[in-house]
């Protein structure tokens, strides 16, 4: 029996061990790198879109992706460019620029934790450190698009003409509103 309880104690120090150390090379993913932002102006570090009005009916758009996809980046700012063609009164924009403005990053992250456990009975010692590099690299799609907006039918020869309503009330069931009451416009 005394031999039972002195072999359970070793192989519960044991596990206890082997716990600690699988644990201790578990890391927490970086929440910022991780996060997607919804649809919304730029919002401190939840990305968003951007635009400056250049003259009477030429705009810049930007959306800054923070983490997004390029497709979804993408459509955010179609999405953003028929919004303000329809918003300003307009029925339909074209493209007249445009710029992907990919962002690279890198990040690496450190630890060394240690470990150390004693026993009773036969007595049991045991100890365990764990180094850990891991470098992530992240690109953040921030496409930009120069529209000129404009009233009337949309002219079905230029393949860089879109219209607002159109694309509003076709994009808007794959858009991520911030805000639900964004979604009711």
């Given at each position: 029996m005394q031999r039972d309880i002195v072999r359970f104690?070793?192989?519960?120090?044991?596990?206890?061990?082997?716990?600690?150390?699988?644990?201790?090379?578990c890391y927490l993913l970086d929440l910022f790198h991780s996060f997607h932002p919804d649809y919304g102006p730029v919002a401190d570090w939840h990305g968003g879109y951007e635009d400056v009005q250049i003259d009477k009916n030429t705009h810049r758009v930007r959306y800054y992706g923070m983490g997004l996809a390029q497709e979804r980046a993408e459509r955010y700012l179609i999405y953003r460019c028929a919004e303000l063609?329809?918003?300003?009164?307009?029925?339909?924009f074209i493209i007249i620029d445009q710029a992907d403005d990919p962002q690279t990053?890198?990040?690496?992250?450190?630890?060394?934790?240690?470990?150390?456990a004693s026993g009773t009975g036969f007595s049991a010692t045991g100890a365990s450190v764990t180094s850990r590099s891991n470098v992530q690299t992240y690109t953040y799609y921030n496409p930009v698009k120069t529209i000129k907006v404009f009233k009337g039918k949309k002219p079905e020869d230029n393949f860089k003409a879109y219209d607002g309503r159109e694309v509003t009330a076709t994009l808007a069931p794959k858009i991520e509103f911030r805000d639900s009451t964004d979604a009711a416009r």
């Open positions: 104690e070793h192989l519960a120090l044991f596990m206890l061990l082997i716990m600690a150390t699988t644990f201790n090379g063609t329809v918003a300003q009164g307009y029925d339909y990053e890198s990040s690496v992250t450190n630890s060394t934790t240690s470990q150390s």
